[in-house]
């Protein structure tokens, strides 16, 4: 499901290589995916961003140059530089060989969907499909995630119906840490492309 996909995660997942040096534009500008830009301008004048190896070099040198060259002049810094404004870090804690991809459920745990349910007496969670009967095609539903048991309530004017809908496609209880990126990295890429194809469809409807 969509709700246990960080935006950091699904930014992740675009695959950079995709991008040929055509899309580097010069003038400290990396163009990637449509309209979204990275700027460089920042940095010292003798680096342009000519080729996709000019890019790869300025990303290289971009966290120093941050940290310890370029005043800052925002709140938390005060006009000085990372390093100097903050000497002493705090350790960030280590990453957990194992994680519970599912922890998104108990975070989440009473959210309603608005949905309409289709003709053919289903509705749509994400990219998933759930049935509830034709009888109630055509109407307004709340759909309720309960994720302790996990599964979805669903209201149809105001009537709660009966039976729960198991949610689909969770996770193992237990994943390695990796295990479960690279799983996210895809399911985000399979969502960005459900995404796309529908949107598709819509302009071709229009």
């Known amino acids: 499901m969509i709700l246990r996909i960080p935006a ?4 992740i997942a675009h695959d950079i290589n995709a991008a040929t040096p055509t899309t580097v534009i010069g003038n400290g500008f990396f163009y990637h995916d449509k309209q979204h830009y990275i700027s460089f301008h920042h940095l010292p004048f003798n680096h342009y961003l000519n080729t996709m190896a000019d890019v790869y070099d300025a990303l290289e040198a971009f966290p120093h140059y941050h940290n ?5 002049m925002g709140r ?4 000085q530089i990372p390093d100097e404004a903050f000497p002493r870090l705090p350790s960030l804690p280590q990453l957990p060989d194992q994680v519970n991809p599912n ?6 745990h009473g959210r309603v969907f608005r949905r309409r349910v289709r003709a053919n007496g289903t509705i749509q969670v994400d990219k998933h499909t759930y049935y509830i009967g034709t009888e109630f095609a055509k109407q307004a539903a709340l759909v309720s995630l309960n994720g302790f048991i996990p599964c979805f309530y669903v209201r149809v004017n105001g009537r709660l119906l009966d039976k729960t809908i198991p949610i689909k496609d969770l996770y193992p209880e237990q994943l390695d840490l990796q295990d479960y990126m690279v799983q996210i990295e895809q399911e985000a890429i399979s969502i960005a492309r459900y995404r796309q194809m529908v949107w598709q469809k819509s302009g071709d409807a229009a």
């Open 68 to 72: 310890v060259e370029r005043v800052h």
């Open 103 to 108: 922890r998104w459920l108990e975070v989440e």
């Open 8 to 11: 950091f995660i699904r930014t």
């Open 76 to 79: 938390a810094c005060g006009g």
